[in-house]
């Protein structure tokens, strides 16, 4: 009975997540905003769809896996979504222009990406 | 459940635009990518529902392969070949 109730929970709470941050993926103005906001959301969203799949099947085939995925998940997509951010900024990417720092071009010893956009 | 699953396949069209209408590679490469994620998601979902315990295997190899074509884009985004 409790479990059931907490697995409804977390459910509710994972799918609204994960539809915020579809949200965030279209209406964010740049491709760094709609990375952060698209994975972050999207990764909690999928492990509490998980935890609630496991909280409602119970100790079973199903359950264990469950959280096999969500460890999966968990460990894979914002490893992803760094190298996709690191690979499109070498790319050439550009930055929105409301952006206040940009430490990765600095720290590699070259100039701002955001001063020679302005 | 079965609004859950709608809900989250509205999600699914959200990417979609992103993933048509995006500026840049990088753009549809992620949308593509949290779709899969979605559809990871909403397979768990399925087999919750039809109480099908067989669908949740078809979840984690999706996730499987969507980290293995996004990090292979990253690399080539990068500029460097595949084994390095």
């Given at each position: 009975?409790?479990?059931?109730?907490?697995?409804?929970?977390?459910?509710?709470i994972?799918?609204?997540?994960?539809?915020?941050?579809c949200l965030?993926?279209?209406?964010?103005?740049?491709?760094?905003?709609?990375?952060?906001?698209?994975?972050?959301?999207?990764?909690?969203?999928?492990?509490?769809?998980?935890?609630?799949?496991?909280?409602?099947?119970?100790?079973?085939?199903?359950?264990v896996?469950?959280?096999?995925?969500?460890?999966?998940?968990?460990?894979?997509?914002?490893?992803?979504?760094?190298?996709?951010?690191?690979?499109?900024?070498?790319?050439?990417?550009?930055?929105?222009?409301?952006?206040?720092?940009?430490q990765f071009?600095?720290?590699?010893?070259?100039?701002?990406?955001?001063?020679?956009?302005? | 459940m079965?609004i859950l699953?709608?809900?989250?396949?509205?999600?699914a069209?959200?990417?979609?635009?992103?993933?048509?209408?995006?500026?840049?590679?990088?753009?549809?490469?992620i949308?593509?990518?949290?779709?899969?994620?979605?559809f990871?998601?909403?397979?768990?979902?399925?087999?919750?529902?039809?109480?099908?315990?067989?669908?949740i295997?078809?979840s984690?190899?999706?996730a499987?392969?969507?980290?293995?074509?996004t990090?292979?884009?990253?690399?080539?985004l990068?500029?460097?070949?595949?084994?390095?």
């Amino acid at each position: 009975m409790i479990s059931s109730v907490l697995g409804w929970i977390s459910l509710c709470i994972g799918v609204g997540f994960t539809l915020l941050g579809c949200l965030g993926l279209v209406r964010f103005p740049d491709l760094y905003n709609r990375m952060q906001a698209a994975t972050k959301c999207v990764t909690l969203g999928t492990c509490g769809i998980m935890l609630g799949v496991f909280l409602l099947s119970g100790w079973g085939a199903l359950g264990v896996k469950a959280l096999l995925c969500a460890l999966f998940v968990l460990i894979t997509v914002p490893v992803a979504a760094h190298a996709l951010a690191r690979g499109s900024l070498i790319f050439g990417v550009k930055l929105w222009k409301g952006t206040v720092k940009d430490q990765f071009t600095t720290d590699k010893g070259g100039p701002s990406i955001i001063e020679e956009q302005k | 459940m079965t609004i859950l699953i709608v809900l989250l396949s509205l999600g699914a069209f959200f990417c979609l635009y992103r993933a048509l209408k995006g500026p840049s590679i990088p753009d549809r490469a992620i949308a593509v990518d949290i779709m899969s994620v979605l559809f990871t998601s909403i397979t768990a979902l399925m087999a919750l529902r039809y109480k099908l315990a067989y669908l949740i295997d078809l979840s984690i190899a999706l996730a499987i392969i969507s980290f293995v074509g996004t990090l292979a884009l990253a690399k080539y985004l990068e500029g460097r070949s595949l084994d390095d």
